[in-house]
């Protein structure tokens, strides 16, 4: 009976043992599974993470790629309206080229060239009845004094050329302003058929500029209106001091008593009308 109880003793004691081991297998495999399921849990979260970050930066990317290509399209669209309101204002100033230039400037002289001749020849007339009626008109002193007007007059045509030119040059200085001008506006007007209109506009105003007509017409001014700033020459102003000398001086000794008078021709005249640098008027 004793070792009946001892049998059953030691068996028991295995039960236990063998319990024990299954429950201690358990916990491990329990402890196992929680382990990898935290683990899991961890890459699941990793994983959304780095989906949630992927996801910002592909929103980022879009949102960077699309703010470029809107600028792009946006400079696209400035440099095209640039384009097309730098061609409105060529276009409009075309007609401003060389030709036009000289044109003003050849316009200038044959508004003022004519006037000028015939202050010459109103001035020659006047000298030659003055030398005729002292009987020098064939003399030294008389031609030196017809060539002292001849060369005055020579003098105020270069004079009008040279002031056609500065009037062909001050349109030129004026265009080109208003074109820079223009091109400067030509990156912020949004509206290209209004700034054509506006550059046609400049144009215009610019191609009266002076008292000149439109540039597609002949140029008119002079007879009609006198260009700005522009003296027209005056026989006082041009050939008086060739007659003033002459005359002055010949209305003085006509008018004194019978006898000799002495004036000098002029005071470019360097040639004497008698030997003695003067010249005898008789009654």
């Not at 049998?7 to 429950?23: E, M, R, T, Y």
């Not at 080109?176 to 046609?200: E, H, V, W």
């Amino acid at each position: 009976m004793c070792g009946d109880l001892l049998g059953g003793s030691k068996k028991s004691q295995q039960n236990i043992a063998i319990w024990q081991a299954q429950k201690a297998e358990e916990v491990a495999a329990e402890n196992e599974r929680q382990r990898i399921a935290a683990q899991q849990q961890m890459a699941d979260i990793l994983r959304l993470q780095q989906e949630r970050e992927a996801t910002i930066l592909a929103e980022q990317q879009k949102a960077a790629q699309a703010a470029s290509d809107e600028a792009k399209a946006a400079e696209a669209q400035r440099q095209k309206l640039i384009t097309d309101n730098r061609g409105a204002i060529d276009t409009a100033f075309a007609g401003f080229n060389d030709d036009y230039y000289t044109q003003a400037a050849d316009r200038y002289g044959s508004a003022y060239l004519p006037k000028l001749e015939e202050q010459r020849a109103q001035a020659l007339d006047q000298l030659k009845s003055a030398l005729a009626a002292r009987g020098t008109l064939q003399s030294t002193a008389g031609i030196n004094a017809i060539n002292d007007l001849e060369k005055k007059a020579a003098e105020e045509r270069a004079g009008v050329a040279s002031r056609g030119l500065d009037f062909a040059n001050s349109l030129r200085a004026s265009v080109g302003n208003k074109k820079n001008s223009l091109y400067d506006a030509a990156g912020t007007a949004a509206d290209p058929a209004g700034f054509a209109a506006r550059a046609t506009g400049e144009a215009t105003s610019l191609v009266n500029l002076g008292g000149v007509v439109p540039f597609d017409s002949v140029l008119s001014y002079g007879s009609q209106s006198q260009p700005s700033g522009v003296s027209q020459p005056q026989n006082s102003s041009v050939f008086a001091s060739i007659l003033a000398p002459l005359t002055g001086a010949a209305s003085t000794a006509l008018s004194a008593p019978r006898g000799a008078g002495q004036y000098t021709v002029g005071a470019k005249n360097s040639a004497p009308i008698t030997g003695n640098g003067t010249m005898t008027v008789r009654s």
